[in-house]
């Protein structure tokens, strides 16, 4: 029960970060117009670090080497083959798989760069989340990145589904409009690249 009360709340978390604070690749350009704020500009650029390679952050220091795209990593998620136990916050457990992935920022979370997001060809989503909830830098949205930590998915029911739905104030009619469970494909990264 724990484990699903995280998986459901860290869910809410992003949904509500997205409803709130979207910035993707075609806005990222409005937002460098000269809308900084102060304690924000200094604290997405402590932690970034130019290796010659690209700009590296987060908790761990990654090579580029091995990446491979978005789809492969939700391919074997959805197979669920070779998946071992890996640790969330709060010593959740879930299967899932230690991996590292390229793709583009689609969008970035534009409260705090808390999480961002890359798409498939085929339109799913993958939600990156960095390690102890480190912020990454707003300016990549856009941006070719490489990170490296474990994928997961999650699988909220009907009956979850409709919950959620209940506790949010919608009607009974939209809510009766959920006839089918939602998988969101996570991936909680210890490091990350921008490549140059």
């Known amino acids: 029960m724990k484990q699903l009360t995280f998986l459901i709340l860290l869910s809410f978390a992003i949904l509500s970060c997205n409803?709130?604070?979207?910035?993707t690749a075609d806005n990222k350009k409005d937002e460098h117009a000269g809308h900084d704020h102060g304690h924000d500009h200094d604290h997405k650029h402590s932690d970034a670090e130019d290796k010659g390679d690209g700009i590296h952050?987060?908790?761990k220091k990654i090579t580029a080497d091995g990446a491979v795209q978005s789809a492969d990593i939700i391919a074997k998620l959805e197979k669920g083959d070779k998946l071992?136990?890996?640790?969330?916050?709060d010593d959740v457990k879930v299967k899932g798989l230690k991996s590292k992935v390229e793709g583009t920022i689609v969008e970035i979370c534009k409260m705090s760069g808390c999480w961002f997001t890359f798409k498939t060809a085929e339109g799913k989503i993958l939600?990156?989340?960095?390690?102890?909830?480190?912020?990454?830098?707003?300016?990549?949205?856009?941006?070719?990145?490489?990170?490296?930590?474990?994928?997961?998915?999650?699988?909220?029911?009907?009956?979850?589904?409709?919950?959620?739905?209940?506790?949010?104030?919608?009607?009974?009619?939209?809510?009766?409009?959920?006839?089918?469970?939602?998988?969101?494909?996570?991936?909680?990264?210890?490091?990350?690249?921008?490549?140059?």
């Open 19 to 23: 409803g709130s604070a979207e910035n």
């Open 84 to 89: 071992e136990e890996i640790t969330l916050e």
């Open 57 to 59: 952050y987060g908790l």
């Open 127 to 196: 939600h990156v989340q960095m390690r102890e909830h480190k912020p990454t830098p707003k300016e990549w949205a856009g941006k070719t990145v490489i990170v490296e930590g474990e994928a997961y998915k999650v699988v909220k029911s009907i009956e979850e589904l409709r919950h959620a739905a209940n506790a949010d104030g919608l009607s009974r009619e939209e809510i009766a409009k959920i006839k089918s469970a939602e998988t969101s494909y996570n991936f909680i990264a210890e490091g990350a690249i921008q490549k140059k």
